[in-house]
């Protein structure tokens, strides 16, 4: 997660990124593709690359699938923490009916 906290007049403005992660779709293709690579690593001779890409999807997986489903679950969690909300308060967002 990153991001930062800005003081504008009376609003304070958070912006922020959390990584959202990869589908379950893409996640079954990426962990098809891997083992099809390191077998092809191990034709061509190369054990250490073959084994380092196995251990490194299941890594990979794992946080994919974490920033899939708990990114917005964080962004609510974020919220709360700072009491904050993801519209802009209705004094800067409605024209003013002062002018009429």
Not at 64 to 70: K, L, S, T, V
């Amino acid at each position: 997660m990153e991001g930062q906290i800005v003081k504008e007049g009376a609003v304070s403005i958070i912006r922020g990124h959390i990584p959202e992660g990869a589908p379950p779709t893409r996640q079954r293709l990426i962990a098809l593709v891997i083992p099809i690579a390191s077998v092809m690593l191990l034709i061509r001779g190369e054990p250490l690359l073959a084994v380092l890409a196995v251990v490194g999807i299941g890594y990979l997986l794992v946080m994919m699938r974490g920033d899939y489903f708990n990114s917005d679950r964080l962004l609510v969690e974020v919220e709360k923490t700072l009491k904050a909300s993801p519209k802009p308060p209705k004094s800067l967002t409605a024209p003013s009916a002062k002018g009429k």
